[in-house]
């Protein structure tokens, strides 16, 4: 969790150095909750990565979790071009506690710029030490011999293939070494074969064909069964009562295990369990009659009070007005609606360790999480993590993996739990719902004097899926860093202001993709473009002429958007097609722009075009960075146009996909995508479009209808 650490929690909480053990039965036990790992990766770490084989692979321990952003296939073609040797020769294994270093979740878009550099550290160190050790067997200089796709060879020949280097060879690698080494990743192009080529993703035949285990539902261990929570159908509800005696006659029904307020059923077949749970009785203590409605007016700013509790920015002196544009924007409550449920398997050995199989973003907060719940110590349990069907933050908290635990503790046999589409729904957390106030005024020149900024959101970071009620107090002195996130805008002015409450809701709210630069930045945009109109200038200029100096590839990829679209070309915008755009920074490290074609038809606004131009720094595979961009260009589609989480009497209403409107292929135009590198490192890729799709599309509807659009999803008019 960014920016928290344990004892900034322990200070929250009030405790002294007296009080942060207790005693129980002569032992010390510790009242710190579990905290997910922070560390950041090392030259040590990077030493445990990477190996050649007695087969004559190189081996590639992955710490960053595959969810379909491609940081396996970038991280193979990053080594891959340090050794010397074709892809194909990198064979590398998903994020395993037993096999890597603790490191800290893959979240943030930031797989690429920590792990990629180490990499190419790491195999360059590893190349150096393959070198001496053939020189030594040949009893040739160093300077004679050089890396092939085949193994060392000198003069144009092969004098030692890899599978004769494998096996007995003392190639040992220093954090030192790997510290000094100087990889051609960083030396510029010239030295790169793998990098910047388009590459499949990792595992792609077994994805098609299912030819081996890859996600966690894949997995199948001796004398698995099948198992799933009894959970109550309210927020905040409470289970009084359950009669599993119906049960009892359905073919491979285990029974009901039921610890403390932890229920669940087991059954021999998923068929078996799915009839169980519809013959269950469930008596409920229903929670708080809310709605929606209830929802939003709990973050509305219109009802907060003048100075909100966190600033993010503040510069200049602030006026009370008159302004230019004074909007109240509202974000509704979002679901991740990732296709692959959460799913895991968990295994207790006969000497009482515990092995679970699970896709995962944070294995290592997942190992600590169960070794605290069940009394072990974190090297008695270990977690393998598989590829993800879709993250999106969804996965950074411990969840299917505990009930897992959890049943299988209680049932003696190995489980799998799989959450159901109503599980995802009605258990999982949230994208919080946010309103916004922001006003801005602009001499004639379109030069913006003041810039002010308020909003209110549900918690982020401080997710009450993972928090339970001590630590939401504690938290609520501290500013959830999350929900800032993308709220400054890169609009030079005069006067900026940035502040923010983070409110807490009886719905879970909790980490989406890109954390607050979702809505903050659409919210950003809108403001930007309402400006423009306000004033009379054109959209695209009046960004150009307020980027910040120090914002220079902000302005770069906003004018190789307007050049691929040809903005300055576009037709005029009319009651039934309107053009927008609109562009932003993530994490102060990758920058993107779209721009939105929309046209009005009977059935609703459709997306008829869209283009963006992109810059992550170094583009190690660009099909798999295209992928990313297109992801979060339909993302904004869907938070444009279509979602919208609605509660009704105390209920998460959707129970499936059919009840959630997402865009489908039908609501995506073709995309065109410029990639634009800027410097010889990686930054992110994973979530920065995601600051410029929504608003794109929003501003092209405003430009059609001549009004702002001040709430998601739009409406037909």
């Known amino acids: 969790m960014a920016g928290l650490s344990r004892r900034r929690f322990l200070m929250a909480l009030g405790w002294g150095a007296a009080g942060i053990t207790a005693v129980a039965g002569g032992a010390a036990w510790a009242l710190m909750p579990t905290l997910p790992p922070r560390n950041a990766p090392t030259h040590a770490d990077a030493t445990a990565w990477l190996s050649l084989r007695p087969d004559g692979v190189f081996e590639l321990y992955s710490s960053r979790a595959e969810m379909g952003q491609g940081i396996s296939m970038g991280l193979r073609q990053v080594a891959a071009d340090e050794l010397g040797v074709e892809v194909a020769r990198v064979r590398l294994a998903q994020a395993d506690t037993s096999l890597v270093p603790v490191a800290r979740s893959t979240v943030g878009s930031d797989a690429m710029r920590e792990t990629g550099v180490l990499v190419a550290r790491a195999a360059a160190a590893l190349a150096s030490a393959i070198l001496r050790e053939a020189a030594q067997r040949l009893g040739r200089p160093v300077a004679d011999l050089r890396l092939a796709s085949d193994g060392v060879v000198s003069g144009g020949k092969t004098m030692l293939t890899f599978e004769e280097l494998g096996p007995g060879a003392s190639l040992l690698v220093t954090a030192e070494d790997v510290e000094t080494a100087t990889p051609r990743l960083l030396a510029g192009p010239d030295g790169r074969r793998e990098v910047g080529r388009a590459h499949p993703t990792h595992d792609v035949d077994a994805i098609v064909t299912g030819n081996r285990p890859l996600y966690a539902d894949d997995v199948r261990v001796p004398g698995m069964v099948f198992g799933a929570v009894v959970r109550p159908q309210t927020l905040g509800g409470r289970i009084l009562g359950i009669d599993a005696s119906a049960c009892q006659s359905v073919p491979g029904f285990l029974g009901l295990y039921r610890d403390g307020d932890f229920a669940g059923l087991v059954a021999t077949r998923r068929g078996a369990l799915a009839q169980a749970l519809g013959m269950l009785v469930v008596e409920e203590e229903e929670g708080p009659d809310v709605d929606s409605d209830d929802i939003s007016g ?364 997402l865009p489908v292929l039908s609501d995506v135009p073709d995309i065109e995508i410029r990639l634009i590198e800027d410097g010889n490192e990686p930054t992110g890729a994973g979530e920065t479009a995601i600051v410029c799709g929504t608003a794109a599309v929003t501003n092209a509807v405003a430009a059609m209808t001549g009004r702002t659009v001040t709430a998601l999803p739009v409406k037909q008019a």
């Open 298 to 661: 709990m973050v509305d700013i219109r009802s907060a009070s003048d100075v909100l509790e966190h600033s993010v920015f503040d510069t200049g002196d602030q006026s009370d007005g008159p302004f230019d544009v004074d909007l109240t924007l509202t974000v509704p409550l979002a679901a991740h609606a990732s296709i692959e449920p959460r799913t895991a398997v968990a295994r207790f050995g006969d000497n009482g360790g515990l092995e679970v199989w699970t896709g995962t973003q944070d294995p290592f907060f997942v190992r600590n999480s169960l070794a605290d719940t069940f009394g072990l110590g974190p090297d008695r349990v270990v977690v393998h993590g598989m590829r993800i069907g879709g993250g999106f933050g969804a996965r950074t908290i411990v969840a299917a993996e505990m009930d897992a635990a959890r049943l299988a503790r209680l049932c003696g046999r190995p489980v799998k739990v799989q959450w159901s589409r109503s599980d995802e729904f009605r258990a999982g957390f949230h994208r919080p719902p946010s309103s916004h106030r922001i006003r801005l005024s602009a001499d004639a020149e379109g030069r913006i004097t003041h810039w002010h900024h308020a909003f209110r959101s549900g918690h982020v970071i401080f997710t009450s899926a993972a928090m339970g009620p001590g630590l939401q107090f504690a938290t609520s002195f501290v500013a959830d860093p999350g929900v800032a996130r993308g709220s400054v805008p890169p609009y030079a002015a005069d006067a900026t202001a940035v502040e923010f409450e983070d409110v807490r809701l009886p719905v879970k709210t909790g980490p989406w993709r890109g954390l607050g630069a979702a809505a903050n930045s659409w919210a950003v945009e809108t403001a930007v473009d309402a400006l423009a109109r306000a004033k009379g200038i054109d959209p695209l200029d009046m960004r150009l002429r307020s980027i910040g100096p120090q914002h220079a590839r902000l302005s770069a990829v906003l004018s190789a958007a307007a050049e691929m679209a040809g903005w300055t070309a576009r037709p005029k915008d009319s009651a039934d097609e309107g053009w927008g755009l609109a562009c932003g920074i993530y994490k102060e490290m990758s920058y993107a722009t779209a721009v939105a074609r929309v046209t009005r038809t009977e059935a609703g606004y459709r997306v008829t075009g869209l283009w963006c131009a992109h810059d992550c720094g170094l583009v190690v595979n660009p099909d798999q960075v295209r992928a990313q961009v297109e992801g979060n260009l339909v993302w904004g589609i869907g938070m444009a146009l279509k979602e919208e989480l609605l509660v009704d009497g105390g209920r998460i209403r959707p129970e499936s996909f059919f009840d959630y409107p």
